[in-house]
Nanobody
Framework: QVQLTESGGGSVQAGESLRLSCVAS????????VGWFRQAPGKEREFVST?????????DYADSVKGRFTMSRDLAKNTIYLQMNTMSPGDTAVYYC?????????????????WGQGTQVTVSA
């Protein structure tokens, strides 16, 4: 099975950018559909983005991040990224990468089989 480790979190001001990384070990990422989720204090974990590549690269984003966040991957490094631009305090959360068996993109937490430990992102006004 695959193990996932996120990094790149931190504290930024509103309008600034961060790039998160998620390194996979144990299995090649190309065998999975992958996603980013986030969880703010007192709230449920929510979908951010998902990516699959079995029939060509396919990506989807939550409406709240479309146009600001970009998900990418480097299969040679077994790593996925989340570039976050024009950040706002509403983006403050713990960010998790996840992987699921199967090739369909999904925005559902329950559809993912493997999770990283999360990385904290804090955006101040």
């Amino acid at each position: 099975q695959v193990q996932l480790t996120e990094s790149g979190g931190g504290s930024v001001q509103a309008g600034e950018s961060l790039r998160l990384s998620c390194v996979a070990s144990g299995r090649p990422l190309r065998e999975y559909t992958v996603g980013w989720f986030r969880q703010a204090p007192g709230k449920e974990r929510e979908f951010v983005s998902t990516m699959t590549w079995r029939s060509g690269l396919s990506t989807d984003y939550a409406d709240s991040v479309k146009g600001r966040f970009t998900m990418s991957r480097d299969l040679a490094k077994n790593t996925i990224y989340l570039q976050m631009n024009t950040m706002s305090p509403g983006d403050t959360a713990v960010y998790y990468c996840a992987a699921r068996n199967g090739w369909n993109r999904s925005a559902k937490v329950g559809d993912y089989d493997y999770w990283g430990q999360g990385t904290q992102v804090t955006v101040s006004a």
